[in-house]
Protein backbone atom coordinates (compact mmCIF):
# COMPACT_ATOMS: atom_id res chain seq x y z
CA UNK A 1 0.00 0.00 0.00
CA UNK A 2 2.76 2.47 1.09
CA UNK A 3 4.58 1.13 -2.22
CA UNK A 4 1.41 2.73 -4.32
CA UNK A 5 1.51 5.99 -2.56
CA UNK A 6 4.67 6.37 -2.87
CA UNK A 7 4.70 5.66 -6.95
CA UNK A 8 1.56 7.81 -7.14
CA UNK A 9 3.11 10.43 -5.38
CA UNK A 10 5.93 10.50 -7.48
CA UNK A 11 3.98 10.84 -10.92
CA UNK A 12 2.17 13.77 -8.93
CA UNK A 13 5.79 15.41 -8.63
CA UNK A 14 6.51 14.32 -12.82
CA UNK A 15 3.07 15.85 -14.04
CA UNK A 16 3.59 19.05 -12.14
CA UNK A 17 7.43 19.69 -13.19
CA UNK A 18 6.44 18.74 -16.71
CA UNK A 19 3.31 21.55 -16.02
CA UNK A 20 6.00 24.15 -14.82
CA UNK A 21 8.53 23.49 -17.16
CA UNK A 22 5.94 23.66 -20.03
CA UNK A 23 4.57 27.27 -18.31
CA UNK A 24 7.96 28.59 -17.67
CA UNK A 25 8.36 28.24 -21.85
CA UNK A 26 5.74 30.09 -22.83
CA UNK A 27 6.50 32.87 -20.62
CA UNK A 28 10.02 32.97 -22.10
CA UNK A 29 8.52 33.16 -25.13
CA UNK A 30 6.20 35.76 -24.92
CA UNK A 31 9.38 37.99 -23.27
CA UNK A 32 11.56 37.38 -25.68
CA UNK A 33 9.30 37.97 -28.45
CA UNK A 34 10.94 40.06 -31.40
CA UNK A 35 9.34 43.16 -32.23
CA UNK A 36 6.06 43.86 -34.90
CA UNK A 37 7.76 45.09 -37.93
CA UNK A 38 5.37 47.59 -39.68
CA UNK A 39 5.78 49.19 -43.13
CA UNK A 40 6.34 52.85 -43.18
CA UNK A 41 5.11 55.05 -45.75
CA UNK A 42 8.25 54.91 -47.76
CA UNK A 43 8.19 50.72 -48.02
CA UNK A 44 11.21 50.12 -45.03
CA UNK A 45 10.55 48.99 -42.31
CA UNK A 46 10.47 50.46 -38.70
CA UNK A 47 13.71 48.48 -37.85
CA UNK A 48 15.36 49.16 -41.12
CA UNK A 49 14.28 53.16 -40.21
CA UNK A 50 15.68 52.80 -37.33
CA UNK A 51 18.73 51.39 -38.52
CA UNK A 52 19.22 54.18 -40.94
CA UNK A 53 18.50 57.16 -38.67
CA UNK A 54 21.40 55.58 -36.72
CA UNK A 55 23.45 55.51 -39.32
CA UNK A 56 22.77 59.22 -40.50
CA UNK A 57 23.24 60.27 -36.94
CA UNK A 58 26.91 58.31 -37.47
CA UNK A 59 27.54 59.83 -40.52
CA UNK A 60 29.63 63.16 -40.14
CA UNK A 61 30.51 65.99 -42.91
CA UNK A 62 33.02 68.56 -42.96
CA UNK A 63 30.87 71.28 -43.65
CA UNK A 64 32.87 74.28 -42.40
CA UNK A 65 35.91 72.61 -45.56
CA UNK A 66 32.69 72.37 -48.21
CA UNK A 67 31.41 76.19 -47.45
CA UNK A 68 34.99 77.66 -47.48
CA UNK A 69 35.75 75.55 -50.65
CA UNK A 70 32.10 76.97 -52.53
CA UNK A 71 32.87 80.52 -51.28
CA UNK A 72 35.74 80.41 -53.06
CA UNK A 73 35.32 78.78 -55.77
CA UNK A 74 31.48 80.32 -56.56
CA UNK A 75 32.16 83.71 -55.33
CA UNK A 76 29.73 84.30 -52.70
CA UNK A 77 29.24 83.21 -49.05
CA UNK A 78 27.52 79.82 -49.11
CA UNK A 79 27.51 78.94 -44.86
CA UNK A 80 27.38 75.34 -43.31
CA UNK A 81 24.14 76.03 -42.25
CA UNK A 82 22.65 76.93 -45.88
CA UNK A 83 24.48 73.37 -47.07
CA UNK A 84 22.92 71.40 -44.07
CA UNK A 85 19.42 73.06 -45.16
CA UNK A 86 19.47 72.58 -48.78
CA UNK A 87 21.61 69.32 -49.13
CA UNK A 88 20.22 65.94 -47.64
CA UNK A 89 22.60 63.27 -49.77
CA UNK A 90 26.40 62.88 -48.40
CA UNK A 91 26.76 61.62 -51.75
CA UNK A 92 25.82 65.15 -53.58
CA UNK A 93 28.01 67.15 -50.82
CA UNK A 94 31.08 64.37 -51.76
CA UNK A 95 30.38 65.86 -55.33
CA UNK A 96 30.30 69.23 -54.50
CA UNK A 97 33.47 69.28 -52.42
CA UNK A 98 35.29 67.14 -55.22
CA UNK A 99 34.16 69.84 -58.08
CA UNK A 100 34.11 72.88 -56.28
CA UNK A 101 38.04 71.97 -55.46
CA UNK A 102 38.55 71.87 -59.57
CA UNK A 103 36.99 75.19 -59.50
CA UNK A 104 33.60 77.13 -60.57
CA UNK A 105 30.92 75.04 -60.91
CA UNK A 106 29.03 75.85 -63.99
CA UNK A 107 25.12 77.09 -63.26
CA UNK A 108 24.05 74.16 -64.83
CA UNK A 109 25.84 71.66 -62.99
CA UNK A 110 25.10 73.76 -59.91
CA UNK A 111 21.29 72.77 -60.77
CA UNK A 112 21.58 69.72 -61.30
CA UNK A 113 23.14 68.86 -58.31
CA UNK A 114 20.99 71.25 -55.72
CA UNK A 115 18.21 72.15 -57.58
CA UNK A 116 19.31 75.79 -58.18
CA UNK A 117 22.18 77.95 -59.31
CA UNK A 118 24.88 78.95 -56.40
CA UNK A 119 23.21 82.34 -56.02
CA UNK A 120 19.69 81.10 -56.09
CA UNK A 121 20.95 78.39 -53.42
CA UNK A 122 22.50 81.09 -50.75
CA UNK A 123 19.28 83.18 -51.34
CA UNK A 124 16.89 80.40 -50.58
CA UNK A 125 18.46 78.50 -47.98
CA UNK A 126 20.12 81.93 -46.68
CA UNK A 127 18.76 85.47 -46.72
CA UNK A 128 15.60 84.40 -48.29
CA UNK A 129 15.03 88.04 -50.10
CA UNK A 130 13.69 86.98 -53.64
CA UNK A 131 10.27 85.64 -54.53
CA UNK A 132 9.75 82.31 -55.77
CA UNK A 133 8.42 81.83 -59.52
CA UNK A 134 8.85 78.21 -59.11
CA UNK A 135 9.91 76.46 -62.65
CA UNK A 136 7.86 76.45 -65.16
CA UNK A 137 8.78 72.84 -66.52
CA UNK A 138 10.82 74.08 -69.62
CA UNK A 139 14.67 74.58 -70.12
CA UNK A 140 13.65 78.72 -70.75
CA UNK A 141 12.40 81.17 -68.34
CA UNK A 142 10.94 84.58 -70.08
CA UNK A 143 10.75 87.98 -68.72
CA UNK A 144 8.32 90.42 -70.12
CA UNK A 145 8.66 94.28 -70.73
CA UNK A 146 6.17 96.96 -71.80
CA UNK A 147 7.07 101.07 -71.84
CA UNK A 148 4.61 103.85 -69.73
CA UNK A 149 1.01 102.83 -68.62
CA UNK A 150 -0.86 105.42 -66.77
CA UNK A 151 -4.25 104.83 -65.31
CA UNK A 152 -4.64 108.65 -64.80
CA UNK A 153 -8.09 109.75 -65.38
CA UNK A 154 -7.45 113.50 -65.99
CA UNK A 155 -4.93 113.35 -68.91
CA UNK A 156 -4.81 111.93 -71.98
CA UNK A 157 -8.41 110.49 -71.53
CA UNK A 158 -7.44 106.80 -71.67
CA UNK A 159 -8.66 106.09 -68.62
CA UNK A 160 -12.06 107.76 -69.45
CA UNK A 161 -12.02 105.54 -72.45
CA UNK A 162 -11.48 102.61 -70.68
CA UNK A 163 -14.34 103.34 -67.66
CA UNK A 164 -16.77 103.25 -70.65
CA UNK A 165 -16.35 99.89 -71.72
CA UNK A 166 -17.54 96.49 -70.58
CA UNK A 167 -14.05 95.32 -68.75
CA UNK A 168 -12.71 98.44 -68.63
CA UNK A 169 -8.81 98.62 -68.78
CA UNK A 170 -9.46 95.05 -70.33
CA UNK A 171 -11.06 96.27 -73.72
CA UNK A 172 -8.41 98.36 -74.09
CA UNK A 173 -4.83 96.24 -74.14
CA UNK A 174 -5.35 93.38 -76.78
CA UNK A 175 -6.24 89.97 -75.52
CA UNK A 176 -3.05 88.77 -77.40
CA UNK A 177 -0.81 91.05 -75.06
CA UNK A 178 -2.29 90.02 -71.99
CA UNK A 179 -2.00 86.78 -73.05
CA UNK A 180 1.98 87.00 -73.59
CA UNK A 181 1.72 89.28 -70.29
CA UNK A 182 0.11 86.46 -68.36
CA UNK A 183 2.10 83.88 -70.30
CA UNK A 184 5.86 85.99 -69.22
CA UNK A 185 7.30 84.01 -66.22
CA UNK A 186 8.02 87.57 -64.74
CA UNK A 187 6.27 90.21 -65.55
CA UNK A 188 7.50 93.95 -65.57
CA UNK A 189 5.60 97.42 -66.66
CA UNK A 190 6.62 101.04 -66.19
CA UNK A 191 4.19 102.59 -63.41
CA UNK A 192 3.78 105.83 -64.71
CA UNK A 193 1.45 107.39 -61.88
CA UNK A 194 0.66 107.28 -58.31
CA UNK A 195 -1.96 105.22 -56.74
CA UNK A 196 -3.82 107.67 -54.70
CA UNK A 197 -7.29 109.84 -54.14
CA UNK A 198 -5.62 112.55 -51.99
CA UNK A 199 -2.99 115.09 -52.34
CA UNK A 200 -2.31 118.01 -54.18
CA UNK A 201 -0.61 118.44 -57.99
CA UNK A 202 2.75 119.04 -57.72
CA UNK A 203 3.42 123.26 -57.94
CA UNK A 204 4.84 124.43 -61.52
CA UNK A 205 5.06 120.83 -63.02
CA UNK A 206 2.78 121.10 -66.68
CA UNK A 207 1.92 117.41 -66.65
CA UNK A 208 0.51 115.73 -63.57
CA UNK A 209 -0.93 112.14 -63.23
CA UNK A 210 -2.72 109.48 -60.25
CA UNK A 211 -5.10 106.68 -60.49
CA UNK A 212 -7.43 105.10 -58.18
CA UNK A 213 -6.24 102.89 -55.92
CA UNK A 214 -8.84 99.83 -56.91
CA UNK A 215 -7.10 100.71 -60.51
CA UNK A 216 -4.02 98.32 -59.55
CA UNK A 217 -6.37 95.51 -59.76
CA UNK A 218 -6.17 95.24 -63.70
CA UNK A 219 -2.59 94.42 -63.51
CA UNK A 220 -3.27 91.99 -61.14
CA UNK A 221 -6.06 90.79 -64.15
CA UNK A 222 -2.96 91.41 -66.67
CA UNK A 223 -0.61 89.33 -64.78
CA UNK A 224 1.81 92.02 -63.89
CA UNK A 225 4.36 90.81 -61.36
CA UNK A 226 6.55 94.03 -60.83
CA UNK A 227 6.14 97.49 -61.40
CA UNK A 228 9.22 100.43 -61.86
CA UNK A 229 8.47 103.17 -59.72
CA UNK A 230 11.81 104.89 -60.91
CA UNK A 231 9.75 107.77 -62.92
CA UNK A 232 8.95 111.55 -62.88
CA UNK A 233 5.39 111.37 -61.75
CA UNK A 234 4.95 108.34 -58.77
CA UNK A 235 4.77 111.29 -56.43
CA UNK A 236 2.83 114.19 -58.54
CA UNK A 237 0.46 115.01 -55.61
CA UNK A 238 2.82 115.40 -52.78
CA UNK A 239 4.58 112.97 -50.43
CA UNK A 240 0.78 111.29 -49.64
CA UNK A 241 0.45 110.29 -53.10
CA UNK A 242 3.98 108.28 -53.19
CA UNK A 243 2.86 106.52 -50.00
CA UNK A 244 -0.23 105.71 -51.04
CA UNK A 245 1.28 104.16 -53.68
CA UNK A 246 3.60 101.74 -52.41
CA UNK A 247 0.74 100.77 -49.78
CA UNK A 248 -1.34 100.09 -52.67
CA UNK A 249 1.03 97.78 -54.39
CA UNK A 250 1.65 95.83 -51.26
CA UNK A 251 -1.69 95.10 -50.81
CA UNK A 252 -1.62 94.20 -54.35
CA UNK A 253 1.06 91.83 -54.15
CA UNK A 254 2.69 93.28 -57.08
CA UNK A 255 6.95 93.61 -56.13
CA UNK A 256 7.67 97.19 -56.88
CA UNK A 257 11.51 99.20 -58.05
CA UNK A 258 13.39 101.62 -58.09
CA UNK A 259 11.69 103.87 -55.35
CA UNK A 260 11.58 103.57 -51.78
CA UNK A 261 11.02 105.79 -48.33
CA UNK A 262 15.03 105.80 -48.11
CA UNK A 263 17.87 105.58 -50.47
CA UNK A 264 19.18 102.02 -49.18
CA UNK A 265 14.75 100.44 -50.29
CA UNK A 266 15.11 102.67 -53.49
CA UNK A 267 18.62 101.50 -54.80
CA UNK A 268 18.38 97.82 -53.62
CA UNK A 269 17.39 95.51 -56.42
CA UNK A 270 14.28 93.33 -56.25
CA UNK A 271 15.08 89.56 -56.98
CA UNK A 272 13.39 86.37 -58.30
CA UNK A 273 13.82 82.96 -58.64
CA UNK A 274 12.90 81.45 -61.50
CA UNK A 275 13.76 77.50 -62.61
CA UNK A 276 16.15 77.57 -60.09
CA UNK A 277 18.32 80.98 -61.16
CA UNK A 278 18.45 84.23 -59.74
CA UNK A 279 17.38 87.52 -61.33
CA UNK A 280 18.15 90.89 -60.40
CA UNK A 281 15.85 94.12 -61.48
CA UNK A 282 17.20 97.81 -60.83
CA UNK A 283 15.02 100.74 -61.94
CA UNK A 284 16.40 103.85 -61.75
CA UNK A 285 15.42 107.96 -62.99
CA UNK A 286 17.29 110.69 -64.78
CA UNK A 287 14.92 112.94 -66.07
CA UNK A 288 13.27 116.09 -65.57
CA UNK A 289 15.12 119.05 -65.40
CA UNK A 290 14.86 121.10 -62.75
CA UNK A 291 14.05 118.04 -60.86
CA UNK A 292 10.13 117.98 -58.99
CA UNK A 293 10.23 114.24 -58.18
CA UNK A 294 12.60 113.39 -54.92
CA UNK A 295 15.46 111.37 -55.50
CA UNK A 296 15.72 109.22 -52.32
CA UNK A 297 18.08 110.35 -49.59
CA UNK A 298 19.58 108.79 -46.43
CA UNK A 299 16.42 109.53 -44.53
CA UNK A 300 14.33 110.98 -47.09
CA UNK A 301 11.74 109.14 -49.78
CA UNK A 302 12.06 108.98 -53.40
CA UNK A 303 13.30 107.14 -56.19
CA UNK A 304 16.49 105.86 -57.41
CA UNK A 305 18.39 108.45 -59.26
CA UNK A 306 21.10 108.45 -62.00
CA UNK A 307 21.83 112.03 -61.90
CA UNK A 308 25.17 111.48 -60.82
CA UNK A 309 26.47 110.47 -64.22
CA UNK A 310 24.95 106.82 -63.38
CA UNK A 311 27.24 106.04 -60.68
CA UNK A 312 24.75 105.12 -58.23
CA UNK A 313 23.59 102.90 -60.54
CA UNK A 314 26.59 101.35 -61.73
CA UNK A 315 27.37 100.36 -57.54
CA UNK A 316 23.94 99.35 -56.76
CA UNK A 317 24.91 96.68 -60.32
CA UNK A 318 27.97 95.50 -59.29
CA UNK A 319 26.86 94.32 -55.78
CA UNK A 320 23.93 93.35 -57.38
CA UNK A 321 25.80 90.54 -59.36
CA UNK A 322 27.88 88.99 -56.79
CA UNK A 323 24.26 87.38 -55.80
CA UNK A 324 22.57 87.17 -58.84
CA UNK A 325 22.84 85.23 -61.96
CA UNK A 326 21.20 88.11 -64.21
CA UNK A 327 20.71 91.62 -63.58
CA UNK A 328 18.47 93.45 -65.44
CA UNK A 329 18.11 97.66 -65.62
CA UNK A 330 15.15 99.60 -66.21
CA UNK A 331 16.15 103.09 -66.75
CA UNK A 332 13.57 105.76 -66.93
CA UNK A 333 16.10 108.20 -69.68
CA UNK A 334 16.83 110.12 -72.64
CA UNK A 335 14.35 112.88 -74.57
CA UNK A 336 10.81 112.93 -74.97
CA UNK A 337 9.43 112.13 -78.05
CA UNK A 338 12.11 111.94 -80.53
CA UNK A 339 14.58 108.66 -81.73
CA UNK A 340 17.19 110.89 -81.07
CA UNK A 341 19.32 109.55 -78.23
CA UNK A 342 20.70 111.46 -75.34
CA UNK A 343 24.30 111.36 -74.32
CA UNK A 344 23.87 109.61 -71.04
CA UNK A 345 21.45 107.23 -72.71
CA UNK A 346 24.75 106.12 -74.61
CA UNK A 347 27.16 106.55 -71.72
CA UNK A 348 25.43 105.01 -68.95
CA UNK A 349 24.50 101.68 -71.24
CA UNK A 350 28.06 100.83 -71.50
CA UNK A 351 29.33 101.48 -67.64
CA UNK A 352 25.97 99.78 -66.73
CA UNK A 353 26.88 96.93 -68.79
CA UNK A 354 30.81 97.04 -67.93
CA UNK A 355 29.62 96.63 -64.44
CA UNK A 356 27.49 93.17 -64.68
CA UNK A 357 24.10 94.44 -65.91
CA UNK A 358 23.24 91.44 -68.49
CA UNK A 359 20.48 94.08 -70.36
CA UNK A 360 19.12 97.16 -70.64
CA UNK A 361 15.67 97.80 -71.53
CA UNK A 362 14.80 101.76 -71.42
CA UNK A 363 11.50 103.95 -71.55
CA UNK A 364 10.61 107.72 -70.79
CA UNK A 365 10.70 108.49 -74.44
CA UNK A 366 6.60 108.24 -75.15
CA UNK A 367 7.98 106.69 -78.41
CA UNK A 368 10.00 103.10 -79.24
CA UNK A 369 13.42 104.22 -79.88
CA UNK A 370 16.49 102.08 -81.30
CA UNK A 371 18.21 98.85 -80.11
CA UNK A 372 21.96 97.98 -79.60
CA UNK A 373 24.20 95.70 -78.24
CA UNK A 374 27.39 96.49 -76.23
CA UNK A 375 29.72 93.55 -75.71
CA UNK A 376 27.50 90.73 -76.61
CA UNK A 377 24.71 92.83 -73.85
CA UNK A 378 21.25 93.83 -75.18
CA UNK A 379 19.88 97.56 -74.92
CA UNK A 380 16.63 98.60 -75.80
CA UNK A 381 17.17 102.31 -75.42
CA UNK A 382 13.23 103.05 -74.73
CA UNK A 383 9.54 100.74 -75.16
CA UNK A 384 8.28 104.19 -75.35
CA UNK A 385 4.29 104.39 -74.53
CA UNK A 386 2.39 100.75 -73.79
CA UNK A 387 -0.92 102.22 -73.24
CA UNK A 388 -0.69 106.21 -72.19
CA UNK A 389 -2.54 108.47 -74.64
CA UNK A 390 -4.46 109.08 -77.83
CA UNK A 391 -0.95 109.12 -80.11
CA UNK A 392 -1.15 106.76 -82.84
CA UNK A 393 2.23 105.32 -82.32
CA UNK A 394 4.50 102.35 -82.48
CA UNK A 395 4.84 99.83 -79.53
CA UNK A 396 5.05 96.45 -78.58
CA UNK A 397 6.00 94.01 -75.85
CA UNK A 398 9.55 93.03 -75.13
CA UNK A 399 10.56 89.75 -74.46
CA UNK A 400 13.63 88.37 -72.77
CA UNK A 401 14.22 84.69 -73.14
CA UNK A 402 16.77 83.21 -71.16
CA UNK A 403 18.07 79.77 -71.65
CA UNK A 404 21.88 78.05 -71.39
CA UNK A 405 22.41 79.34 -74.92
CA UNK A 406 21.73 82.92 -73.27
CA UNK A 407 19.42 85.44 -73.68
CA UNK A 408 17.10 86.29 -77.01
CA UNK A 409 15.50 89.53 -77.30
CA UNK A 410 11.94 89.12 -79.15
CA UNK A 411 9.31 92.05 -79.93
CA UNK A 412 5.89 91.68 -80.11
CA UNK A 413 4.56 94.05 -82.70
CA UNK A 414 1.96 96.85 -81.36
CA UNK A 415 0.40 99.56 -81.82
CA UNK A 416 -1.24 102.22 -79.80
CA UNK A 417 -4.06 104.26 -81.60
CA UNK A 418 -7.32 105.75 -79.99
CA UNK A 419 -6.49 105.15 -76.85
CA UNK A 420 -6.25 101.47 -76.95
CA UNK A 421 -3.19 98.92 -77.61
CA UNK A 422 -3.77 96.70 -80.36
CA UNK A 423 -1.51 93.66 -81.72
CA UNK A 424 -0.18 94.34 -85.04
CA UNK A 425 -1.09 90.57 -86.54
CA UNK A 426 -0.58 91.46 -90.47
CA UNK A 427 2.86 90.41 -91.72
CA UNK A 428 3.80 92.79 -93.75
CA UNK A 429 2.64 95.27 -90.79
CA UNK A 430 4.91 93.55 -88.37
CA UNK A 431 7.69 93.74 -90.56
CA UNK A 432 7.42 97.57 -91.44
CA UNK A 433 7.53 97.91 -87.72
CA UNK A 434 10.89 95.75 -87.59
CA UNK A 435 12.55 97.50 -90.82
CA UNK A 436 11.43 101.17 -88.53
CA UNK A 437 13.28 100.07 -85.76
CA UNK A 438 16.33 98.65 -87.01
CA UNK A 439 15.97 102.44 -88.88
CA UNK A 440 16.37 104.29 -86.00
CA UNK A 441 19.54 105.87 -84.55
CA UNK A 442 21.78 104.02 -82.39
CA UNK A 443 25.68 102.86 -82.13
CA UNK A 444 26.03 99.50 -83.38
CA UNK A 445 22.22 98.73 -84.31
CA UNK A 446 20.50 95.49 -84.49
CA UNK A 447 18.47 92.96 -87.08
CA UNK A 448 14.78 91.89 -86.22
CA UNK A 449 13.92 88.81 -87.94
CA UNK A 450 10.42 88.26 -89.45
CA UNK A 451 9.34 86.55 -86.11
CA UNK A 452 10.32 89.11 -83.65
CA UNK A 453 14.06 88.08 -83.18
CA UNK A 454 16.09 90.48 -82.30
CA UNK A 455 20.66 89.95 -83.18
CA UNK A 456 23.26 92.17 -83.27
CA UNK A 457 23.56 93.92 -86.47
CA UNK A 458 26.62 92.36 -89.41
Excluded at 374 to 390: C, P, R, T
Aim: hydrophobic share 35%; proline share 4%; glycine share 8%.
Amino acid sequence: MKEKAKIIATAVTAVFACALMIFSAIVTKHLRAPKIIIPNENNTTAAQTGESKAEKKAFSFDYDKLSSVLTVSQGLEITPEMLKAGVDDKETLKTLLEESEQGEIPDTRFIELTGYTACAFADVYGEKQSRDMGNNGKDSFTLGFTGDITFDEESYYVMIHALEKPNKVLDCIDETFQTEMKNADIMLINNEFPYTDRGEPTPGKKYTFRGRPEFVKYFNDMGVDIVSLANNHVSDYGPVSFTDTIDTLNKADIVYVGAGMNAEEANAPKTFIINGYKVGYIACSGVEYPIKTPVAGENSYGVMGSYDDGKTVTKAIRLAKRTCDYVIVFPHWGYENTTELSGAQIANSRAWIDAGADAIIGNHSHCLQGMDYYNGKYIAYSLGNFWFNARRLYTGLLKLEISEKGITPILVPGLQANRETHYISDKAEQRKLYDTVEGYPTKNGVKIDDEGRISPKG
